[in-house]
């Protein structure tokens, strides 16, 4: 898929640190989350947040705590079907590969989309799991992304491998305007799924909640 890639910079409190996303595609014979853990889930003390139970472990990144930040960006480009916005939203510790998550809303569009087309991808509702388009030869699937990199580097995704997420749900439950330049909006969502790795390993991710900046453009 042909990329914009336009990750906006990762805000820790007041301090600007450009952050890059990268996945590793190795594969890992025992998957164990081993990023900032409590069990159970901790109650967040940050506004920006993602937190989860994968694999029975619970896994914790807070905006602010740690060094770790907020942000996003697309990662959109063209498809058989025209355009596929892929917005991304994520909390990380600047300048690592490691341990953190997020996830993306996709839709497919004729053409790239006006601000008013990508607002509108964000709203108070349930989602479908999809896919991003692997290549600008193969159409995505509209709907919602969740994603997780452990301790190793190594990328969980709704997407890989088979990608089934029979009994799964996601849902964007809280959706306002941002008041700062970073986003236009902040989103909250509530989510369980299977994440798999591009090995097609798979855990579940059971209690997932997350509160981020959204909708850039």
């Known amino acids: 898929m042909k990329k914009l890639n336009t990750l906006k910079p990762i805000i820790v409190t007041t301090l600007l640190l450009a952050a890059g996303l990268t ?3 190795k594969s890992t014979p025992t998957p164990v989350p081993t990023a900032n853990t409590n069990n159970p889930v901790v109650v967040p003390t940050s506004n920006l947040y993602f937190e989860a139970t ?3 472990t619970a896994v914790s990144f807070q905006d602010g705590v740690s060094m770790y930040g907020a942000g996003g960006g697309d990662e959109s480009g063209t498809e058989p079907a025209g355009w596929q916005e892929v917005q991304n939203c994520l909390v990380m510790k600047a300048l690592t590969t490691t341990n953190f998550g997020g996830f993306y809303i996709m839709k497919t569009f004729a053409n790239q989309p006006a601000p008013a087309e990508i ?3 964000f709203s ?3 989602y479908p799991y999809g896919k991003q388009s692997s290549s600008t030869s193969v159409n995505g ?8 990199v452990d301790n190793s580097g ?6 890989f491998g088979s990608g089934i997420q029979t009994g799964s749900a996601f849902s964007i439950t809280e959706n306002i305007a941002n008041t700062n330049t970073y986003s236009r ?4 969502a509530v989510f369980n799924c299977k994440l798999y ?9 059971t209690n997932g909640i997350c509160r981020l900046r959204t909708v850039y453009y």
């Open 124 to 126: 108070v509702k349930v």
């Open 141 to 148: 699937i509209d709907g919602a992304r969740v994603y997780y």
């Open 197 to 205: 790795n591009a090995a097609g390993q798979s855990m579940t991710l």
């Open 119 to 121: 607002d509108s991808m």
């Open 23 to 25: 996945s590793c595609k």
């Open 185 to 188: 909006r902040i989103s909250k």
């Open 54 to 56: 994968i694999n029975g």
């Open 154 to 159: 190594v990328e969980w995704a709704t997407d």
